[in-house]
């Protein structure tokens, strides 16, 4: 009896191994998105009792990836997450519903500093600018924190968070990615059309299928972004923002 309850012991300890190293092995397969049914789901885990709105399969830096939008009560969020391992690389959510409060004095850029500075701890301002979007006064700030650039806009009058994205950084490369214009010919590019400033970040993406560089570039107290098409060095975007 002793010998037989021993044996069953082993077989039994044995299976739990065995389904250990099953799940395990599980786990890391499961990390992988093959459908977009996987990516809504990831989502809907990280946003609990959201309605996903959308899925769409793209390719950025030619990695598969799955872009899911979702709302829930006010806000619309939008997450990428790469197929080949499931990896966030960008999260971000906007309000869908403001008021312009305009009885309220417009909070000071100082304020608005700290406010950030709250929101994304141990972070770095890179740059602070105000705008008027439908109606709406607004702060929009860009700032840095380990390997992910944060992008915020608060309410210029009630200081409320109004959206909040970030998106892990990409390392530049200095050849040529899969289009004509290489990184040191975009880079050169956004320089020409802003002498005396210096480049603060470059990357190659591919946007809605299009292959283009987006380019950083300072000078003194403002920051100029460039979106270059890859293929023929079109300027496609450009945007210009006081520097913190």
């Known amino acids: 009896m002793k010998a037989g309850k021993k044996t069953t012991a082993v077989l039994l300890a044995a299976g739990f191994i065995m389904t250990g190293g099953l799940a395990a092995a599980d786990g890391v397969w499961a990390a992988k ?8 789901q990831k989502a809907l885990q990280k946003v609990p009792n959201a309605v996903v709105t959308g899925v769409d399969a793209d390719r950025e830096n030619g990695e598969q990836v799955y872009e899911v939008e979702l709302v829930k009560g ?19 959510w906007e309000k869908t519903t403001v008021s312009p409060s305009s009885s309220r004095a417009v909070i000071s850029k100082d304020k608005c ?35 992910k650039r944060y992008t915020l806009e608060f309410h210029a009058r009630t200081g409320a968070l ?35 400033a210096t480049v603060y970040k470059a990357e190659y993406d591919v946007d809605d299928g299009q292959a283009v560089y987006e380019i950083e570039v300072v000078k003194g ?8 098409d890859a293929n023929t060095g079109t300027i496609l975007e450009q945007e210009k923002d006081w520097r913190d």
């Open 113 to 147: 500093r700290q406010l950030a500075l709250n929101q994304v701890k141990k972070g770095t301002i890179t740059a602070i600018s105000q705008k008027v979007d439908d109606g709406i006064d607004i702060y929009k700030v860009k700032m840095t924190a380990g390997n």
């Open 162 to 196: 109004l959206e909040y994205k970030w998106k892990l950084t990409q390392t530049a490369s200095t050849g040529s990615q899969n289009g004509k214009i290489d990184m040191e010919k975009a880079k050169q590019i956004a320089l020409d059309a802003v002498p005396g």
């Open 221 to 228: 107290n403002y920051e100029y972004e460039f979106k270059i």
């Open 33 to 40: 998105l093959s459908s977009a049914n996987q990516a809504r």
């Open 74 to 92: 006010s806000k619309k969020y939008d997450i990428t997450y790469r197929a080949s391992d499931g990896k966030m690389l960008e999260y971000g």
